[in-house]
């Protein structure tokens, strides 16, 4: 059973940092490029940023870009996204995916599993 959990999410202040981590199970990490997504109260979820299947080559919406960074470990099978310099309309729900895309910029239309999501909360 291919499970992908979301840690890390909390309440912080403006211009704070988070660090969220996801960790899978039940799949090669390897195998697949990873993305991150998020969701505000009332909107739909959106891409926020991918990273390959060996972690050399990152893609981020321009919303994030410069505060947001994506790393991986596939020896410990975790995907991270490192977000400073948090803005309150960083608030939502973060989710991590797997892509079966190739591409990097592509990563996010070939997602193939979800994680549940954690909330950040960014107060201002």
């Known amino acids: 059973q291919v499970q992908l959990v979301e840690s890390g999410g909390g309440l912080v202040q403006a211009g704070g940092s988070l660090r969220l981590s996801c960790a899978a199970s039940g799949l090669t990490l390897s195998n697949y490029a990873m993305a991150w997504f998020r969701q505000a109260p009332g909107k739909e979820r959106k891409f926020i940023g991918s990273?390959?299947?060996?972690?050399?080559?990152?893609y981020y919406a321009d919303s994030v870009k410069g505060r947001f960074t994506i790393s991986r470990d596939n020896a410990k099978n975790t995907v991270y996204l490192q977000m400073n310099s948090l803005k309150s309309e960083d608030t939502a729900v973060y989710y991590c995916?797997?892509?079966?895309?190739?591409?990097?910029?592509?990563?996010?239309?070939?997602?193939?599993?979800w994680g549940q999501g954690t909330q950040v909360t960014v107060s201002s």
């Open positions: 995916a797997s892509s079966l895309a190739v591409s990097v910029a592509a990563a996010q239309f070939g997602v193939n599993n």
């Open positions: 990273i390959n299947r060996s972690g050399d080559i990152t």
